[in-house]
């Protein structure tokens, strides 16, 4: 078991006639993959590879039963990509580019949530099941199959931590990027969710950013519903407000989006955090043997008592809302990023 | 991408927003003729991009054109937080009679655009709401369908009674949310928006944050960035295609992937050092790149060593070793370089780099230790 991608994906690469679509096509192939077809619209009818290329996602569906697009178009098309795969049926879009505009993915999130389907990413190095299957960038030779899921903002600091975790002899159920944009299709908690339910993952490594309040929301998540151990590690604490640090979503603005705040948030609600990715073996290593001691996985809740409570992590996630005093057409919306300090008069 | 006050208000203008008259100077001279012009007593304002610069004596009231000389002579050329004032927006000062704050964000949780209304004008927003979050009003909006009337109406009518003032900020907050949609922004804010002694609705302040992601397509909002008011180091590193963010400590870092970067700057602050800078070499780095990159980290004076840290997995170690080679021999570096080199082809890269004598590492941690203790600086465990 794994999760969103296993032996059974079938994949299809948008932009496969492309520099960096043709050569992961072939990485994605060579691990394992089940890469049934490409798309480049006007390339149809020619190959990469042995892979058959095709004019739409809507013809490669028909033609190849995937269920599962990765894409690799350049930042002005890769919106209309994702409402390509959608629309063709593809369950499961897998978004790498990097650079689309916030208001492009704010309509194609809505669009792929209607249609019910997954999105991952973008700006994302997509996701691996170690023995199964990858689909996106990550490198295959850095994994190995096992209990540890991982679930990360970021790219290569997740080869770090997943290398770090191999070499130490843990093995991975999943690995998934959820990219390093401010909107994105599938959240920390999507994961969290996910690695729960899965028969096959014990304990999960979250790497967290500055930016946003995902990794608060997590550790919401993480106190309320999780039985099983996550260990964590959040980068950007050396980071100065208000920069940009490479990825667009990782900015703090104002006192919001702070890894201090995050690392607070995870850490109420029992989630150890790591100083270096290199510790986080060992953090694993510790949380699987207290969780093997514990009679009923129910009973490893207890492991966040004292500091933990649901409310501390919530009103961590959402310091500057207020839940009752709602206008009746109102939302107000939990972990609303405020501005500050640059307000002047 | 910030803009500055002056060019916000030229956008709101556009849009049909009330704005008070206004120029932007860059002597004093000037200035005292922009007021003259505009016959009123102006407020000066320093166009910087950083907060809090009415509490370091940024923006100033002139009565007249003589004072106005005199006050833009003092706000030219400050200091705001380590950036020089080299422009300032010259304004008709407005009576006001009341405050009131709006702004647009992009919301992460929601995956929508936020209107933020408040009666809290003319403060601090986040001070408002940490302290009385009941203040503030937000409604998410749905991207697809854009912003109705009947909600900007209700927004107004939290903000005023009287219909006359309804209507306009409506109105104004309708045209904000196309100024947010059409101009790509992650932030439109007025703040405050006042009613002056006429009855009229004033931005008179303007906030627009652009998305960088969408500057291919906002050619004309591109061309207001402000490259004086930018780190020269930061243009250069834009120019070749690099994530660079300058800091203020002695080792500079230069590593490949975002957070990858950060980690790499959080340990040396935490192994006893201070990270010099912020630098992705991105994805596929070639070779040139790191030359680029070895360039920018070497002409700050501050650095005292460089640590190179690659994770290799789409990025080779052979290409970055090879660009290693070339940065030293055209940049012959005076400070110790760390290296370490991981995954995709680490052995092709240490045979290139065998025979120049390089202090390398394995781990993370050893890297930075290693770069710390070069820099001469106590290292930490």
């Known amino acids: 078991m794994s999760i969103f991608i296993d032996k059974l994906t079938r994949v299809l690469v948008q932009g496969i006639t492309g520099r960096e679509g043709s050569f992961h096509a072939r990485q994605m192939k060579a691990f394992g993959t089940a890469v049934v077809g490409g798309v480049t619209p006007g390339k149809g009818g020619t190959?990469?590879?042995?892979?058959?290329?095709?004019?739409?996602v809507d013809e490669a569906v028909a033609k190849t039963g995937a269920n599962t697009s990765v894409i690799y178009v350049p930042p002005p098309f890769a919106a209309d990509a994702i409402y390509e795969a959608v629309d063709a049926g593809i369950a499961l879009v897998v978004c790498i580019t990097e650079g689309i505009p916030a208001n492009d993915m704010m309509k194609a999130c809505q669009h792929v949530k209607a249609a019910g389907a997954r999105l991952i990413g973008p700006n994302c190095p997509g996701l691996i099941t170690p023995g199964a299957s990858k689909v996106g960038i990550m490198p295959g030779a850095i994994v190995k199959p096992g209990n540890?899921?991982?679930v990360s903002r970021s790219g290569t600091l997740t080869y770090e931590a997943i290398w770090a975790l191999t070499t130490a002899g843990l093995g991975q159920s999943s690995c998934v990027g959820i990219g390093g944009d401010p909107i994105i299709g599938t959240s920390f908690v999507d994961c969290l969710e996910a690695f729960e339910q899965d028969p096959e993952t014990e304990a999960v490594v979250l790497i967290g950013e500055i930016g946003g309040a995902d990794e608060e929301a997590a550790a919401a998540y993480i106190s309320n519903f999780m039985t099983?151990?996550?260990?964590?590690?959040?980068?950007g604490q050396a980071a100065p407000p208000g920069k940009r640090m490479g990825h667009a979503g990782a900015i703090i603005l104002g006192s919001s989006g702070?890894?201090?705040d995050k690392v607070a948030a995870l850490a109420a609600a029992g989630v150890p955090v790591a100083n270096s990715p290199t510790e986080l073996p060992a953090l694993i290593k510790k949380a699987l043997a207290r969780a093997s001691r514990a009679p009923e996985a129910g009973c490893s809740k207890s492991r966040c008592g004292g500091g933990g409570s649901a409310?501390?992590?919530v009103g961590a996630f959402s310091p500057h809302?207020?839940?009752?005093?709602?206008?009746?057409?109102?939302?107000?919306?939990?972990?609303?990023?405020?501005?500050?300090?640059?307000?002047?008069? | 991408m910030k803009i500055h006050e002056y060019q916000a208000k030229q956008l709101f203008a556009d849009y049909g927003i009330r704005v008070p008259e206004g120029e932007v100077a860059t002597s004093p001279a000037e200035a005292a003729e922009i007021a003259q012009r505009i016959g009123l007593p102006v407020m000066i304002k320093a166009q910087v991009h950083v907060g809090g610069r009415g509490k370091a004596g940024g923006v100033k009231y002139a009565a007249d054109p003589v004072a106005a000389e005199k006050v833009a002579g003092n706000i030219l050329g400050m200091d705001i937080k380590g950036l020089i004032?080299?422009?300032?927006?010259v304004t008709a000062a407005e009576e006001i009679v009341s405050e009131a704050y709006v702004a647009i964000v992009l919301d992460r949780t929601t995956k929508r655009p936020v209107i933020m209304v408040s009666s809290e004008g003319g403060v601090d927003i986040e001070d408002v709401a940490a302290r009385t979050p009941e203040k503030i009003m937000k409604l998410p909006i749905d991207p697809t369908e854009g912003l109705r009337p009947y909600q900007a109406r209700n927004l107004a009518q939290l903000l005023y009674h009287a219909p006359a003032l309804v209507r306009q900020t409506a109105e104004i907050i309708m045209k904000m949310y196309r100024v947010f949609w059409e101009l790509d922004a992650s932030l439109t804010e007025i703040n405050p928006l006042i009613t002056n002694s006429r009855g009229e609705i004033v931005a008179l302040d303007a906030k627009i944050t652009v998305d960088d992601n969408s500057l291919y397509r906002q050619t004309k909002l591109a061309a207001m960035r402000d490259l004086e008011a930018e780190e020269a180091s930061e243009i250069t590193a834009r120019e070749a295609d690099l994530s660079y963010v300058k800091l203020d400590g002695t080792i500079g870092c230069i590593v490949n992937g975002a957070g990858l970067a950060m980690a790499t700057m959080d340990l040396v602050k935490r192994h006893g050092g201070d990270p010099a800078n912020f630098l992705d070499i991105g994805g596929s780095s070639n070779p040139q790149k790191v030359v680029a990159a070895m360039q920018i980290i070497l002409s700050d004076p501050k650095v005292q060593a460089v640590l190179i840290n690659i994770f290799g997995g789409i990025t080779r170690c052979?290409?970055?070793?090879?660009g290693l080679v070339a940065a030293f021999k055209q940049l012959r570096p005076s400070v110790p370089v760390v290296i370490r080199l991981v995954g995709t082809n680490e052995r092709e890269a240490a045979a290139i780099l065998a025979g120049m004598n390089l202090p390398c590492a394995e781990t993370l941690d050893e890297a930075v230790q290693k770069a710390i203790e070069l820099a001469g600086m106590p290292v930490t465990a």
């Open chain 1, 258 to 260: 702070t890894a201090a």
């Open chain 2, 318 to 322: 052979d290409d970055v070793a090879n």
């Open chain 1, 321 to 345: 809302t207020s839940e009752h005093r709602v206008v009746p057409e109102m939302v107000v919306c939990p972990g609303l990023s405020l501005y500050k300090k640059d307000v002047v008069k």
């Open chain 1, 47 to 56: 190959e990469i590879d042995g892979i058959p290329v095709f004019d739409s």
């Open chain 2, 85 to 89: 004032v080299s422009k300032v927006l």
């Open chain 1, 228 to 235: 099983k151990p996550v260990v964590g590690f959040i980068a």
């Open chain 1, 148 to 150: 540890v899921g991982v």
């Open chain 1, 311 to 313: 409310e501390s992590a």
